[in-house]
């Protein structure tokens, strides 16, 4: 079942100061109460209504709830500092459970019932594959913190999104560059691949295996590639068919609650005994190492599997882990910044357009998040300027977020590595374009 809540954040029900984020300080009492100036006042009577359609559950429900938590934190963050459009902004999420019909049915009940006109999600490529055409029916601007498969800017090119689609992650054309760029920096030359059976794991399957073959290397399995159904239980043919004939590294395209199942069946048969396990950012998560679980002398079968993952890199960075640790008293997890972003982006565009309406947003988009505006990274900095008339360009906290024609960033990737402890560690970065 569809699970929603609606959270209705008002400037004046905010509890304390401690919701604010420490940049916006610097623009003064003044600026945080600022409303917008009588005289260009909103073209639309209600407040902006804003959407989250993100997974609490499923396959990916160790990493949505901090996703939910960071959009919502943008909104408070607003409110606090005069909301948009002289009014406060209103937030509805729903559970998409990493589940396409339910991302449908979610997207459905946000736009048609809450009348929302601009969501956050999904993350998963297969939910928001789903979720996008309703979004562009109703004329809502879905932004994505995470659905990086290729096939999104395939489709922009066609025309089919009309404007209405963006995200704040780039494209897994770039993460399977530096994914196989990573793979020949560590001296592999034979490596296999297995993906989840979705736009994600398909698309990201399929560009990492034309780039490591760009660059030299062989993907053993690729006229047979290994791929495993997301309701599957069982994956006994596909590791081994992935870890057949011994390649020095598998390239594991998962997600974290089928895919810890995987690499458990894998070590379990002995498979995946002196081969390198490569992964990307579907099952980076702590959780997700706790679930593959320990050998018998108690070390985690995880340990020394390394993989790539967006950079969150931008000038609002600091500023939004001081929030984040006040706010939540734990560290920053991965996609958290990129959802701070989506959100902050859809507030940004409304009050630039004077209108909370998808289609208001969709034609301020690019404008607040592209140059020539001012560089700006506090988003009460912005809505400040944006009130008086200026032009801004926002800085992100995952990045510079500058929206191509496509809805597409470009951004870097960090390595990781998961530890003995079962922790996991940013060990380095690689960048896909050099």
Known sequence: MLKLWSIAVSVFALVGTSFAMTACQETGSENRQENPSPTSPATDAESLKLGALLPASGDLSAVGPPLIESVSLLVETVNQCGGVNGSPVTLTVADDQTDPSVGAEGITKLADVDKVAGVTGSFSSSVSSAAVNVAVRSKVVLISPGSTSPVFTEQAKKGNFQGFWARTAPPDTYQARALAKLARQKGFQRVATIAINNDYGIGLEKEFTQAFKQQGGTVMNENKPARYDP???????????????????VI?????????????????????????????????????????????????????????????????????????????????????????????????????????????????????????????????????????????????????????????????????????DGKLAIVGKVNPAK
Not at 235 to 240: K, S
Request: with cysteine; charged share 20%; proline share 3%.
């Open 252 to 420: 594991a395209i998962i997600y974290g609650e089928t895919g810890s199942l995987l690499l458990k069946t894998a070590y379990e048969q002995g498979l995946s005994q002196g081969v390198q396990v490569m992964m990307t950012d579907g099952g980076y998560s702590e959780a997700f190492v706790r679930e593959v679980g320990k050998t018998g002398d108690g070390k985690f079968i995880f340990a020394g599997t390394i993989g790539t993952i967006p950079s969150a890199d931008g000038k609002a960075l600091n500023a939004f882990k001081a929030l984040w640790q006040r706010k939540q008293n734990k560290p920053l997890s991965a996609f958290v910044a990129h959802a701070w972003d989506a959100a902050a982006l859809l507030v940004l565009a409304a009050e630039a357009a004077n209108r909370n309406t998808g289609e208001g947003i969709k034609s301020k988009l690019r404008a607040v998040a592209d140059p020539p505006g001012t560089p700006v990274s506090d988003v009460c900095q912005a809505l400040a300027r944006l009130r008086k008339g200026e032009e801004i360009n926002y800085q992100g906290a995952s990045g510079n977020v500058d929206i191509d024609q496509n809805g597409d960033v470009i951004g870097n990737y960090d390595v990781w590595i998961a530890k003995e």
């Open 231 to 249: 309701k599957a239980t069982t994956f006994e043919t596909e590791v081994g068919a992935a870890f057949a004939n011994k390649p020095e590294a």
